[in-house]
């Protein structure tokens, strides 16, 4: 596929943006309606690439999955729960939702259940859960993809060091009320990152009717029991409005973004605080005093000028591409910190920002868990996305204010967005 000419700004970008379902939730919803004592809805899910996969996951473990009012972007799942199946093979892909997900799943299966994925998920890691899938009484014969899983499994207490991905965390939980024992899951190690993907197991096998105690700093305990069917609508994906909020900081002109949730465990909420601390006004209205809804209307205004920032990202991790796109093109230094773990993600996305930036005449640093951005001027080139739809939309970020970026690989933002490159589009001929 050709190298993908990122469109530059000629105007301050005036636009209002529809986004698709939260990859996040949309993953968690799929996995729990698979899990429950009878057949539910999960509305407005996301149409993706790990979406994909993840049916895909659940069809071969045993659940049926049927669309309804299907558009391009978005789908109403009907979920029915089915005795899971083994003897089935199940592709990944690059999804850490699908293969950290759905494992503590085919643990409970009738038979072997294999996984295998994209040649760079082989480099994801996926000893701490798999070790904690043996310590709770399942046979798995490798520490990363692919493997094979032999239940059963009865649960119970194990400790693991879950530094790597907050995601070893939420894949033993979602599943373990249907363990005979439930789990006890201790952390010992490093800061435990993105803790809201964690609030968000939490918030949502709470509203399928699990007991779940998060009491004590770095333990949870989910006791065994039924996983209540649902009827759930996804909210909209608050980290892919990263990029498309960032071209209003970039340009100096003012993004929308329709259906913002109130309250939200999606990390991208932390945008709002973010971009203001980057220069931005930011909006999120009506009130939620004055609403009548679950969602307001966020509207960033850039003034053209970006401030570096000094930023914590740990939390809030996928944020990170977008933030050092934007801080390239600030008016100071910036740092982001807490991110070790992303070595551990799509790609190095640490050392990929450094190599891209760079390869692009500007000026990044690799710490021990972060990064340090000098602006300077840059020049086009080609940015490399390393098969991460984060890269590729920081390579549209940046290729807004650098004439003559091309982002290579860019069909690769279907992993959450599929739609990517239209909505640009879009969004920029509304100027
Ligand atoms: O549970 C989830 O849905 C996610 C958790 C986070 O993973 P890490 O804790 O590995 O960063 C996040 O970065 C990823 O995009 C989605
Ligand atoms: C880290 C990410 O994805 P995954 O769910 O594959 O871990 C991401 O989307 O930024």
Known sequence: MPNWPAPSATAPVVASIRLPGSKSVTNRALLLAALADGPGVVRQALRSRDADLMVAALRALGATLTPAN??????????????????????????????????????LADGPVS?????????????????????????????????????????GEVTLDASGSSQFVSGLLLTAARFEKGVTIRHVGPPVPS??????????????GVTVDDGERDIWRVEPGPIAAMDLAVEPDLSNAAPFLGAALVTGGTVTIPGWPYTTTQPGDALRGLLTSMGATVQLSPAPHEASGDAGSLTVTGTGRIEGIDADLREVGELT?????????????????????????????????????????????????????????????????????????AGAVIGLAVPDVEVENIATTAKTLPEFVQMWTNMLGEQ
């Open 70 to 107: 299907e558009t391009t972007a978005a789908v109403d799942w009907q979920v029915t729960p089915g005795p899971i199946r083994g003897g089935a093979s199940i592709d990944a892909g690059l999804a850490g939702t699908v293969m950290r997900f759905v494992p503590p799943m085919a643990a």
């Open 321 to 393: 591409p977008t933030i050092a796109a934007l801080a390239v093109l600030a008016s100071s230094p910036s740092r982001i910190r807490g991110v070790a773990h992303l070595r551990g993600h799509e790609t190095d996305r640490l050392a990929a920002l450094v190599t891209e930036i760079t390869r692009l005449g500007g000026d990044a640093e690799e710490t021990d868990d972060g990064l340090i951005i000098r602006p300077r001027p840059l020049h086009g080139g080609v940015f490399h996305s390393y098969d991460d739809h984060r890269m590729a939309t």
């Open 115 to 155: 996984f295998d994925g994209d040649p760079h998920a082989r480099k994801r890691p996926m000893g701490p859960i798999l070790d904690a899938l043996r310590a709770l009484g399942a046979r798995v014969d490798n520490d990363a993809l692919p493997f094979t899983i032999h239940g059963p499994l009865a649960g």
């Open 195 to 208: 803790q809201p993907h964690i609030e968000m197991t939490i918030q949502m096998l709470r509203a399928a």
